[in-house]
C-alpha cells in the first residue's frame, strides 16, 4: 500500500454512508486506486463514481476520502493518477455547485452539507494543481488544467499561469482545455472577465494560430460573453471548422471498388468493437446499455467544442441549424457522426422546420459508413412519421443496398456494424409505414435474429398484418408465461398484436392472457387486456375469459379487466359501477378516463368526479375535469376550464390532455384560446421534462385543432 495512505483505517467510515449503504468499503476501493493491476483500478474508481459519488453527489464519506485522492495524486508511484485528479475535480465541480451556504441538493431532493469542506480543501492545495498542470506527463496535464480555472482565486497569478501554460503546451487537447480553463475563471471571478475575453479576442484573431485555438477562442469567449453574440459567431465557427477538416484527397482506385469485407470497416478511428452477447442478459436490456455507452461518446477533437457553442447559441434555432449544416456537411467523417446527436437534440428540443435537418441527416445514410449510418437511421427512428417523411427513401435505398450487396438475409449478418446500420434503417422505414421495411421485419421472425427488434416495428405496419400477425402469434404460443414480464419478448408481442387491428389476434390474446393469469403473471394479464380492448366488441369472444378478472384482488388486473369489459360488452349497467368504485384507488385517474369514453351513460359517476376536482395533485384533477365534460357535455364547461387551465399553468405536462380535452369541448373552450396561442408560440418544445418530440407534435396538433375548430363555429 503507498504511504501516504497508511491512515485510511483510522477513520471511522462505517459512521457514514454513501448511495447504497454503510461506507465500509470506501478505504478498499481508494487502496485499489493504488493497485498495480488496471483491471482492480478500473473497478475501484467505477465503484466509487457509482456509489460514493453517485451522479456526482457529495456524501459525507466523499469529503472524507478527499485527503487520501489528494495524496495519490501527488505520489508519483501512483499508477494512474490523471484518473486520481480527474475524480478529484468532478468532486470539486460538485462542491462549487452548491449554494453559498453550502447546502447541496441531490437528485432526491435531500440538502447535504459535506460539500462545505471541499473547496476550502482544494483551494489550499491550489499549489498542487499548479504542478500538476505542468506534469511531464501529458495525461496528468490534461486532468489537472481544469483546476487552475476552478480553484484559484487570484486573478492575475492565475490568468498568468494560464497564459504561460498556453505558450508551453505543443498538444492540442491540452491547449484547448487552457483556454477552457480560462473562461471558467473568467465566469467564476469578474475581475477576470475583461482580461480574459480580450485575450481570448486575440486569439481568435491571430491568423497564425491553429484554427481549433482560434474556435476555441471564439467559443469561449462567447460563453464567457454572451449578450456581445452577433450575426458572424456561426460563419466565423463554420470557416474555422472547415479549415480544420479540408476535404480529403480523392479515394485511390482500391478505396473506390472496395468490396464488402471493406464497407465493415468502422469509419471513426476509437469506435470500438461490439462486445460478446451474454445470453443471461435480455436483449432489449443489452441494447438499452450499448445505447447508453453510445451516449456521450465522441469522434473529433472540436465536438466538445462545438456542444459549448450549441448551448451558448441556445434558443438561437437559425444560427444552431446553420452551424448543424456545416457540421453535417463536414468532409470529416468523425465530425458529421457527432453532429447527428446534437441535431437530434436539437430537433428533439426545439419547434421549427426541420426539414433540411432530416435530409442532412438521411445523408449519412451511406452503405459504405455503416458505423454513422446506424447512428442516423437510430436518430430518424427516434421521430414522428411527419418529422422523419424526408428520410423515407434514402432509408429505403439504404435498406435496399445492403439487400442487393450483402444477401436477404443481411438482417442476420454476423457483421455487427453492418447488422446495427441494415437493422436501425429497417425499422425506422416500418414506422415511417413503409412496407419496404416488410422483408427486414420477416427476416428476424422467421429466424429469430434480434426479433425483439422487429417486434417493436410491426405494429406501424399493419397492411402487412396478413403475413406479420401469424409470425407473432406462434412465438406469444411458444413463449414460457411462468416468468417475469419485465424486458420480456411477449410484452412486446401483445403490444404489437393489439396495435397491429387485426380481430384474427383475438385467439392469440385470450390464450396469452389465461396463461399469464394461470401462472400469476399479473403485469403480463393486464396487458393482453389492454389489447384485447383495442379490438372493442369485435374481442368479444374474450368475454368468458375476462368476466371474472373483473373482480380479481390484484387492482391494476382488476382495473384493465374492468376497462376491458367495456370495449367487449358495451354494458355500462355494468360497467360504471365497477368503474366508480375505482376511483378512490390508485388507478382512478385511469378509470375516469373510461367513464369518459361511456360518455353520458355514465351519469351516476358525477358526483364522485366533481368531488375528485378538490384533489391535491393536479394530474387527478384534470382527469376528473375531462371525464366530467366528456359524460356531462357543454353544460359542464363553465366548471371544467377553469380546472383545467389552473392545472396547465401549474404543470406543464398536463398540457397534451387539457388540450384533447378542449377539443371535444367545441365553443366550450372559446376562453382558453389565448392560452393555446401562447403555447403554439413557444420555441421550446413543451408538455415537461419527460415529453417526447412525438408528444409534443400530438400537442402542437391539438392546440391547431381546437383554434381551427373555434375558426369554423364563427
Not at 471571478?189 to 491553429?210: N, Q, R, S
Not at 429505403?396 to 457483421?415: C, F, K, Q, Y
Not at 358495451?570 to 368504485?581: C, Q
Request: charged share 20%.
Amino acid at each position: 500500500m503507498i504511504d501516504n495512505l497508511e491512515g485510511v483505517h483510522r477513520v471511522d467510515w462505517s459512521s457514514m454512508g454513501h448511495a447504497y449503504g454503510p461506507a465500509d468499503e470506501v478505504p478498499l476501493w481508494l487502496e485499489q486506486m493504488a493497485s498495480p493491476d488496471p483491471a482492480v483500478r478500473e473497478k475501484a474508481f467505477s465503484r466509487f463514481y457509482g456509489a460514493a459519488h453517485h451522479q456526482g453527489d457529495v456524501y459525507a464519506c466523499t469529503a472524507a476520502s478527499l485527503p487520501f485522492l489528494l495524496a495519490l495524486a501527488d505520489d508519483p508511484r501512483a499508477p494512474d493518477r490523471a484518473a486520481v485528479i480527474r475524480l478529484v475535480l468532478s468532486i470539486g465541480r460538485a462542491a462549487l455547485d452548491c449554494d453559498p451556504d453550502g447546502v447541496c441538493y441531490s437528485p432526491s431532493g435531500h440538502a447535504s452539507t459535506p460539500h462545505a469542506d471541499v473547496v476550502p480543501q482544494l483551494r489550499e492545495r491550489a499549489g498542487d494543481f499548479v504542478r500538476h498542470a505542468a506534469d511531464p506527463d501529458p495525461q496528468v496535464r490534461q486532468a489537472a488544467v481544469p483546476a487552475l480555472g476552478l480553484f484559484l482565486d487570484d486573478v492575475d497569478p492565475a490568468f498568468g499561469l494560464l497564459r504561460e501554460r498556453l505558450a508551453a503546451e505543443s498538444g492540442t487537447a491540452e491547449r484547448l482545455l487552457v483556454i477552457e480553463a480560462a473562461a471558467t475563471l473568467a465566469r467564476r471571478l469578474p475581475a477576470a472577465l475583461a482580461p480574459v475575453t480580450a485575450w481570448l479576442a486575440a486569439l481568435e484573431a491571430d491568423t497564425a494560430l491553429d484554427a481549433d485555438i482560434r474556435l476555441a477562442a471564439l467559443v469561449h469567449r462567447s460563453a464567457c460573453a454572451p449578450e456581445a453574440i452577433d450575426a458572424g459567431l456561426v460563419p466565423t465557427a463554420t470557416d474555422l471548422l472547415h479549415r480544420l477538416t479540408p476535404e480529403p484527397p480523392p479515394p485511390s482506385g482500391a478505396e473506390a471498388d472496395a468490396g464488402p469485407a471493406d464497407h465493415r470497416q468502422c469509419t471513426c478511428a476509437d469506435a470500438p468493437a461490439a462486445p460478446a452477447a451474454d445470453p443471461t442478459v435480455p436483449p432489449q436490456l443489452a441494447a438499452a446499455f450499448a445505447d447508453l455507452d453510445r451516449h456521450g461518446r465522441t469522434h473529433a477533437p472540436t465536438t466538445w467544442l462545438l456542444t459549448t457553442l450549441h448551448g451558448v447559441l441556445d434558443s438561437r434555432v437559425p444560427e444552431r441549424t446553420a452551424l448543424l449544416t456545416a457540421q453535417l456537411r463536414s468532409p470529416d467523417r468523425a465530425t458529421r457522426y457527432d453532429a447527428i446527436a446534437m441535431a437530434a437534440g436539437l430537433i428533439g428540443s426545439w419547434r421549427g422546420d426541420h426539414r433540411d435537418l432530416v435530409r442532412l441527416l438521411a445523408d449519412c445514410l451511406l452503405p459504405q459508413d455503416p458505423y454513422t449510418a446506424a447512428e442516423a437511421a437510430s436518430a430518424l427512428g427516434q421521430l414522428p412519421a411527419v418529422l422523419a417523411e424526408p428520410a423515407r427513401e434514402a432509408l429505403a435505398a439504404l435498406v435496399e443496398a445492403h439487400r442487393a450487396t450483402h444477401g436477404p438475409a443481411v438482417w442476420a449478418t454476423p457483421d455487427p456494424l453492418l447488422r446495427r446500420a441494415h437493422q436501425e434503417a429497417v425499422t425506422a422505414l416500418a414506422r415511417l409505414g413503409d412496407e419496404r421495411a416488410l422483408p427486414g421485419l420477416l427476416t428476424a421472425l422467421d429466424t429469430d435474429t434480434d426479433a425483439w427488434r422487429a417486434i417493436q416495428a410491426c405494429d406501424h405496419l399493419p397492411q402487412a398484418a396478413a403475413e406479420l400477425l401469424p409470425r407473432l402469434a406462434r412465438r406469444l404460443a411458444g413463449a414460457d408465461f411462468s416468468q417475469e414480464w419485465s424486458w420480456s419478448e411477449r410484452r412486446a408481442l401483445v403490444a404489437a398484436l393489439g396495435r397491429l387491428g387485426d380481430p384474427a389476434a383475438v385467439p392469440a390474446l385470450t390464450a396469452a392472457l389465461t396463461a399469464s393469469v394461470r401462472h400469476e403473471q399479473w403485469h403480463g394479464a393486464a396487458a393482453a387486456l389492454d389489447a384485447l380492448a383495442r379490438f372493442g366488441t369485435g374481442a368479444a369472444s374474450a368475454l368468458e375469459t375476462v368476466r371474472p378478472l373483473a373482480d380479481a384482488e390484484v387492482l391494476d388486473l382488476r382495473f384493465a379487466a374492468a376497462a376491458a369489459l367495456w370495449s367487449l360488452e358495451r354494458d355500462p349497467a355494468d360497467s360504471v359501477p365497477r368503474l366508480t368504485g375505482l376511483l378512490d384507488t390508485s388507478r382512478g385517474r385511469d378509470a375516469a378516463d373510461v367513464l369518459g369514453r361511456i360518455g353520458p351513460p355514465a351519469s351516476a359517476a358525477l358526483p364522485h368526479l366533481r368531488r375528485m376536482l378538490r384533489a391535491d395533485y393536479e394530474w387527478t384533477r384534470v382527469h376528473a375535469a375531462a371525464a366530467i365534460h366528456d359524460i356531462g357535455g357543454p353544460p359542464e364547461a363553465a366548471v371544467v376550464l377553469p380546472v383545467l387551465l389552473e392545472a396547465w399553468e401549474k404543470n406543464d405536462s398536463t398540457a397534451g390532455h387539457t388540450l384533447e380535452c378542449l377539443r371535444r369541448m367545441g365553443p366550450g373552450a372559446a376562453p382558453a384560446l389565448p392560452r393555446i396561442r401562447a403555447e403554439l408560440a413557444l420555441a421550446r418544445r413543451s408538455g415537461g421534462c419527460f415529453t417526447s418530440v412525438e408528444q409534443d407534435e400530438a400537442l402542437r396538433r391539438a392546440a391547431r385543432a381546437v383554434i381551427e375548430g373555434l375558426t369554423h363555429l364563427r
